[in-house]
């Protein structure tokens, strides 16, 4: 089952803050999140195991929500580098990752 | 370290054609997947392998898709006879935790399929 992410693209300007969201239909065990710049590979930024915990990497924050079976990445201060599309991935008891269609993301100057 | 090697980078090919994808993980990982990037589907799990088992394959389209990893370094993704549906980006990509539950995936670089 496919992760819905919202919204589909942000436009930024640099400073500004941004949230990216990511929910399921079904009980979730974790909530990876990934970011991908244009013709190169997804990399990972953090994981988010059930427990509702919260996670930070410099900037960037996740929290999730296990009863709401929700993810929200937050970018404070947004910079120039955090342009890109953010994946959320989710996983389901033991089973693979599935990734959500993306949320494209542009900070200008 | 070298990471996660594709390869070819980009491929052409006619409708009917096979096609053959490389990818190389990364020494030490047990898990290895491929994915298949397009903008209307995102990016789509095709398979997933073990300790060079096939564990999860339900996301290869049809029997046109076969995948093999013959030993821990190595595996292929194949299409026979490919359609200009099947044009994408592959990933490959490994962990080195069994699933992907706790362990971060490690993309290769892709290789981009346009069949014609």
């Known amino acids: 089952q496919q992760p819905v992410q919202s919204p589909q693209a942000v436009i930024l300007r640099e400073g500004e803050d941004a949230v990216i969201n990511c929910s399921s239909s079904?009980?979730?065990?974790?909530v990876h999140w990934y970011r991908q710049k244009h013709g190169e590979a997804p990399v990972f930024l953090m994981i988010?195991?059930?427990?509702?915990e919260q996670k930070g990497h410099d900037k960037i924050s996740a929290s999730f929500n296990e009863k709401k079976q929700q993810s929200s990445l937050y970018l404070t201060a947004s910079q120039l580098s955090y342009s890109g599309t953010y994946f959320c991935?989710?996983?389901?008891?033991?089973?693979?990752?599935?990734f959500g269609k993306g949320t494209m993301l542009l900070v200008s100057p | 370290d070298a990471g996660v090697i594709q390869s070819p980078r980009h491929e052409v090919t006619e409708m009917g054609q096979e096609v053959t994808l490389r990818c190389k993980p990364i020494?030490?990982?047990?898990?290895l997947f491929w994915y298949r990037q397009t903008m209307m589907r995102g990016l789509e799990l095709l398979i997933y392998?073990?300790?060079?088992?096939?564990?999860?394959d339900s996301g290869m389209p049809e029997d046109r898709f076969s995948a093999k990893m013959p030993n821990a370094s190595f595996s292929t993704l194949k299409i026979q006879p490919s359609e200009p549906r099947d044009s994408a980006v592959y990933f490959c990509?490994?962990?080195?935790?069994?699933?992907?539950?706790?362990?971060?995936?490690?993309f290769g670089e892709g290789s981009r399929l346009t069949v014609l």
């Open positions: 990509a490994s962990s080195p935790t069994s699933g992907s539950l706790t362990g971060e995936l490690f």
């Open positions: 079904k009980a979730l065990y974790s």
């Open positions: 988010l195991l059930k427990g509702g």
């Open positions: 991935g989710t996983s389901i008891g033991y089973s693979t990752l599935t």
């Open positions: 020494s030490g990982h047990n898990s």
């Open positions: 392998f073990n300790n060079n088992v096939p564990i999860d």
